[in-house]
């Protein structure tokens, strides 16, 4: 199956400080990236999904000024969680497909754990 | 009224025994049905897909859609402890072009050895 990475798999920083999460499809290009959180024991969460070229399209209650991400490329799509605070610790999983219509696979990042202190 | 509902478990059960997990949903224009597999720790992973309604198997795994009830089941045949994780039921309306997946809260299973 195709393989989806994301740098870092753990994170901790300093409340205030902002933190950059990578997603990369490593063999296909992915027309559309999504980018999820995940509280312990609880399901995902869709935050935004990004077309290459496009800006994202947040879910209704996430903050597009805390959260920015770009979709620079079919292959690579980053989530900068700025001025972060403890709130923010988290389980950040993204996705990324091909296509951009019906059902397309979407194959899964294996996650990044922020800690914010 | 959440449009996805999915008891969360835990569940437990001795190893070989047939393991049902279910979802039940509101929204009639679902038509595209999947179960993920998520290890702790991990990003989800495919198990199976169904469009529509029917059954799917492969391997351990059935995958059954019941869209007059708008009720679907996993079943895991001769479960091993290896299948210790959460699954997650998941689904999009036909109307949803871009693919946003409607994710079910997950069950955590664990298989006792």
């Known amino acids: 199956g195709a393989v989806v990475s994301q740098h870092p798999s753990w994170v901790i920083c300093k409340s205030g400080t902002s933190v950059k999460i990578e997603c990369r499809s490593l063999d296909f290009q992915a027309t559309t990236m999504f980018w999820y959180r995940q509280f312990p024991k609880q399901s995902l969460m869709l935050m935004a999904t990004s077309n290459e070229g496009s800006k994202a399209t947040y879910e209704q209650g996430v903050e597009k000024d805390k959260f920015l991400i770009n979709h620079a490329s079919l292959t690579l799509s980053t989530l900068t969680v700025t001025s972060a605070h403890p709130e923010d610790s988290s389980f950040y999983i993204c996705s990324a497909r091909t296509g951009t219509s019906g059902y397309n696979e979407q194959f899964f990042g294996p996650g990044t754990r922020l800690t914010v202190l | 009224q959440k449009e996805v509902e999915q008891d969360p478990g835990p569940l437990s059960v001795p190893e070989g025994a047939i393991v049902s997990l279910n979802c039940t949903y509101s929204n009639s224009a679902f038509q595209y049905f999947m179960w993920y597999r998520q290890y702790s720790r991990k990003g989800p992973e495919l198990l199976m897909y169904?469009?529509?309604?029917g059954n799917k198997e492969d391997g351990r795994f059935t995958a059954q859609v019941d869209k007059s009830s708008k009720y679907i089941s996993l079943f895991i045949r001769d479960s091993q402890p290896s299948d210790s994780a959460t699954y997650l039921c998941a689904m999009i309306p036909s109307y949803n072009q871009g693919g946003k997946l409607i994710f079910g809260q997950g069950t955590e299973l664990s298989v006792k050895p």
């Open positions: 169904t469009y529509s309604s």
